[in-house]
């Protein structure tokens, strides 16, 4: 199984940037459909970006799209989520989440075997 840590997290001012890094170990990542999840205070677990397996299927949330930037490193073993114009809205724990599943994308948190610890972004207005 693999393992996910997150880092890249902080406090940024509205408009900012900041880069969110996965690194994964005990498998690479080419193995799973990955995705980009937050949680904000007293709010469900959202999807926030992933992409499958193959790297074909990218998707994200209507709320990011434009703004947040997805991608892998093979050789880093590692996922990104560059994130943009950043918004106070965005505040959140962001986990990263790995689902083995070969063929497809899915945004329910559910479908994902392996998370993150979380890492915590703060946008400040």
């Known amino acids: 199984q693999v393992q996910l840590v997150e880092s890249g997290g902080g406090l940024v001012q509205a408009g900012g940037s900041l880069r969110l890094s996965c690194a994964a170990s005990g498998r690479t990542v080419s193995n799973y459909a990955m995705a980009w999840f937050r949680q904000a205070p007293e709010k469900e677990r959202e999807f926030v970006a992933g992409f499958s397996r193959s790297g074909l299927t990218i998707d994200y949330a209507d709320s990011v799209k434009g703004r947040f930037t997805i991608s892998r490193d093979n050789a880093k073993n590692t996922v990104y989520l560059q994130m943009t114009s950043l918004k106070f809205e965005d505040t959140a724990v962001y986990y990263c989440?790995?689902?083995?599943?070969?063929?497809?994308?899915?945004?329910?948190?559910?479908?994902?075997?392996?998370w993150g610890q979380g890492t915590q972004v703060t946008v400040s207005s």
């Open positions: 989440a790995a689902d083995p599943r070969p063929i497809g994308l899915t945004r329910t948190a559910q479908g994902y075997a392996y």
